[in-house]
T-cell receptor, first 114, second 113 residues
Framework: NAGVMQNPRHLVRRRGQEARLRCSPMKGHSHVYWYRQLPEEGLKFMVYLQKENIIDESGMPKERFSAEFPKEGPSILRIQQVVRGDSAAYFC????????????FGPGTRLTVT | GNSVTQMEGPVTLSEEAFLTINCTYTATGYPSLFWYVQYPGEGLQLLLKATKADDKGSNKGFEATYRKETTSFHLEKGSVQVSDSAVYFCALVAQGGSEKLVFGKGMKLTVNP
């Protein structure tokens, strides 16, 4: 079984550009979580999605950030008009169902804004 | 709100030394507790978990016991190996809420031969 896949692994964007981060959950998993890891900090929850639904977006910045998990295809985390403070590692995790309490993480996308 | 506080390190040990990483939490009710490990350049892997008071999680020689009275979930290993070098994160999922993980800041462990 393939694990959680994220691409790209490394992404460099200039200030003002858009960043699109992709996450393919483990086979059979329909729950996706996005976390952000800023330098020297732990991971912070951003958003929790099921297929075609956002369940909890309490950790998402109010502006410039959006996420989706369509019926077909990967989950996308989109950051518009990136700023230097968006530079971080973004991790996606997936779980089988709501009550499994076991989240499987991808390798992360390291975003650098220049 | 819910939070996790853990030793931050970095910590350097010699091979076969005893390891303890302290973790305490703040949460209402009975959260589920986890230790995740992140090896260099990789994502996080679940190391062990406990879902109710007095449960002991164990894996790969690591152990942690869910202590409700002290709101703690300290990670221990009796004899570390060089391959245990990684960053260790304590985390919780709050009871009855969204299944989001709340993480501590992580502790980097280096084990020297």
């Amino acid at each position: 079984n393939a694990g959680v896949m994220q691409n790209p692994r490394h992404l460099v964007r200039r200030r003002g550009q858009e960043a699109r981060l992709r996450c393919s959950p483990m086979k059979g998993h329909s729950h996706v979580y996005w976390y952000r890891q800023l330098p020297e900090e732990g991971l912070k929850f951003m958003v929790y999605l099921q297929k075609e639904n956002i369940i909890d977006e309490s950790g998402m910045p109010k502006e410039r950030f959006s996420a989706e998990f369509p019926k077909e295809g990967p989950s996308i985390l989109r950051i518009q008009q990136v700023v230097r403070g968006d530079s971080a590692a973004y991790f996606c995790a997936s779980s089988l169902d709501r009550n499994s309490y076991e989240q499987y993480f991808g390798p992360g996308t390291r975003l650098t804004v220049t | 709100g819910n939070s996790v506080t853990q030793m931050e390190g970095p910590v350097t040990l010699s091979e076969e030394a005893f390891l303890t990483i302290n973790c305490t939490y703040t949460a209402t009710g009975y959260p589920s507790l986890f230790w995740y490990v992140q090896y260099p350049g990789e994502g996080l892997q679940l190391l062990l978990k406990a879902t109710k008071a007095d449960d002991k999680g164990s894996n790969k020689g690591f152990e942690a016991t869910y202590r409700k009275e002290t709101t703690s979930f300290h990670l221990e290993k009796g004899s570390v190996q060089v391959s245990d070098s990684a960053v260790y994160f304590c985390a919780l999922v709050a009871q009855g809420g969204s299944e989001k993980l709340v993480f501590g800041k992580g502790m980097k462990l280096t084990v020297n031969p």
